[in-house]
């Protein structure tokens, strides 16, 4: 997985601002839009919960308890094991029970049990969340499976027992002690839930600094813990003089900290918290570990049709929830897909969108990745939102083949074949696959599936037959496919040459800004309660979210 940073690649000038498997980013006009009648949302405060246990949780029906899992359930409770064992079993916790990954707003933590049998673990777990708008509460329990509690070259897709999604209460002081019923699976979970709204200012040292995950020319992305609620972030740090030095970069940034600001949506990572101070500008957004599809796609070849339907349902969700807001992704690929620990998309990387962006409305940026760029870009006609329905398609055809569907080593005979070459399908792929992709890949942009809106794809068969959107939102769709992941501070699915570096927020000399250039970062610190109002310059401070 990646946190990608401007200038993280260098151009090649003879792609025309297009590099292969990676952005360039070009300037756009920030400002704040919300479509008509949309509340703001927004809340500040410190969220609470506190996960005692659950009960009657039992496998789906037809799934037997791994052998594994049922050796150690046989055997008995730490506490009949000698003395030795039992310590080293309380270390181990008790892995043979069901653990719950409990989330919200995208903030993921994997609690193991501490007690109990399979149908009743206790867990006695306390954790605080930082919140920043209004969200959703979701606790899952797990039974791991055999292949990955032997610790075989296995990706988890361990079982889930039983799963319930609730809003908290998030306007006032809020305390409730209760068991929640199960909205998916079996059983119920007895939770403590309290809000308390408060509001503090943010500067570096909120933080400590674990590991290095990404750098760029402009800054570095890290591992960070908040010291007070102790929830993991991924903070981006990027030095202004560096952007204020190459023309259109500060609008970029602020255009990219908007979007992230604006949207709120399931399969989106979302933006927690930004500042700054004279020298650097601060974001941090939600750490999702679970890797890039990209690197999924890689290891495995190619997904079967359910798997890639439901990747390409979640973004179609993604993508909707953006254009709502008139805004235009413009880089839809693999590598700007994460999966988070339960195996949901969170779409990430929005240095490329387009604020503005009216349904009518076109622009002429040419931008993107070569393998993904519409034949609307190649030809020099303008596009509109539409060139995020060719890049859904061609992401499609790429999960379902392993490969992009018009690509060639050589970017030149690339966009030929783009602007030319007819669609090519394997004998073996269903007519409606076939189908939906010969209409999200039609040259002819006001002929192209979605060009009436990301509805008229919904009711596609391919989609409509086998989707419920209003369950899918609601992330009650079990994915096809989780990620194994340790815990929230494993970093195993990031670049080693990054996670070896020692993490420090590096010292900025002699980067003394003009107060013309300074003014240019006016609204980039993020204060949910005025998120619709503008802001005041403000260094090393913003309310907590």
């Known amino acids: ?57 039992s496998l789906p029906p037809g799934l037997t308890v ?17 003395r030795s064992n039992r310590e080293s079993m309380q270390r181990k916790r008790y892995w043979w029970l069901p653990y719950v990954v409990l989330e919200f ?56 027992m039983g799963r319930v999604d609730l809003t ?27 809000f308390k709204p408060s509001a503090q200012s943010l500067t570096i040292e909120a933080f400590d600094l674990l590991k290095v995950i990404g750098k760029g020319s402009f800054g570095k992305v890290m591992q960070v813990r908040k010291k007070d609620t102790q929830r993991i972030y991924a903070l981006k740090t990027i030095r202004k ?64 049709e359910n798997r890639s339907r439901f990747y390409a349902a979640e ?70 939102k539409t060139v995020d329905w060719w890049t859904l398609g061609v992401l499609l055809y790429e999960m379902m083949t392993g490969l992009p569907p018009f690509y060639d080593e050589n970017v030149n005979v690339m966009y030929q074949r783009i602007l030319r070459d007819p669609l090519v399908f394997p004998p073996d792929m269903s007519a409606d696959a076939k189908s939906v992709m010969t209409g999200l890949l039609q040259r002819d942009p006001n002929r192209r599936l979605g060009a009436n809106g990301g509805e ?19 992330k009650k769709i079990q994915p096809p496919f989780k990620p194994s992941v340790e815990s929230v501070l494993d970093v195993a699915n990031f670049d080693q040459e990054f996670t070896s570096e020692a993490p420090q927020d590096s010292v900025v000399e002699d980067s003394q800004l003009s107060e013309t250039v300074q003014d240019q970062f006016r609204g980039f610190t993020y204060n949910p309660a005025n998120e619709h109002l503008s802001e005041s310059v403000s260094y090393g401070g913003v309310m907590s979210q």
Not at 456 to 474: T, V, Y
């Open 241 to 304: 003089a560096h952007i204020a030095s190459r023309p259109g970069e500060i609008t970029h940034i602020l255009a990219e900290r908007t979007v992230l600001a604006l949207v709120n949506n399931p399969f989106i990572v979302p933006l927690k918290f930004s500042f700054q101070n004279p020298d650097k500008l601060y974001l941090i957004m939600s750490f999702v570990n679970g890797g890039e599809l990209f690197y999924h796609l890689q290891r495995e070849g190619k997904f079967d």
């Open 168 to 194: 908290p209460v998030l306007d006032t002081q809020h305390v409730s002690n209760q068991w929640y019923t199960a909205t998916a699976g079996s059983g119920s979970f007895h939770l403590q839930i309290a």
């Open 1 to 57: 997985m990646s946190w990608k940073l401007s200038g993280s690649k260098k151009k090649d000038p003879k792609e025309n601002g297009v590099v292969s498997r990676s952005t360039t980013p070009m300037p756009s006009r920030p400002t704040t839009p919300r479509p008509a009648g949309e509340p703001a949302n927004f809340r500040s405060g410190m969220l609470t919960i506190v996960i005692f246990s659950g009960r009657g949780l």
């Open 456 to 474: 008229e794809i919904k009711r596609h068969p391919f989609f409509a037959n086998w989707i419920d959107w209003n369950k899918l939102l609601a």
């Open 315 to 384: 973004l179609l969700c993604a993508l909707e929830h953006l254009h709502g807001f008139n805004v235009v992704y413009r880089d839809l690929k693999p590598e700007n897909i994460l999966l988070d620990y339960t195996g949901h998309i969170a779409l990430c990387d929005f240095g490329l969108c387009k604020l503005n962006m009216s349904e009518t409305e076109k622009t002429n940026t040419f931008c993107g990745t070569p393998e993904y760029i519409a034949p609307e870009l190649l030809e020099s006609q303008g596009y509109t």
């Open 105 to 160: 707003d995208k903030n993921e933590i994997l609690i193991d049990a501490l007690d109990g049998d399979l149908a009743s673990p206790s867990w006695n777990y306390r954790a605080h969340f930082d919140v920043s708008r209004t969200s959703n509460i979701s606790v899952s329990a797990y039974l791991r499976t055999a292949q990955c509690v032997q610790g075989k070259d296995d990706m988890g897709n361990d079982i889930l």
């Open 66 to 82: 791994p052998d594994v899992i049922q050796k150690a359930l046989d055997h008995g409770p730490a506490a009949r094991h000698p």
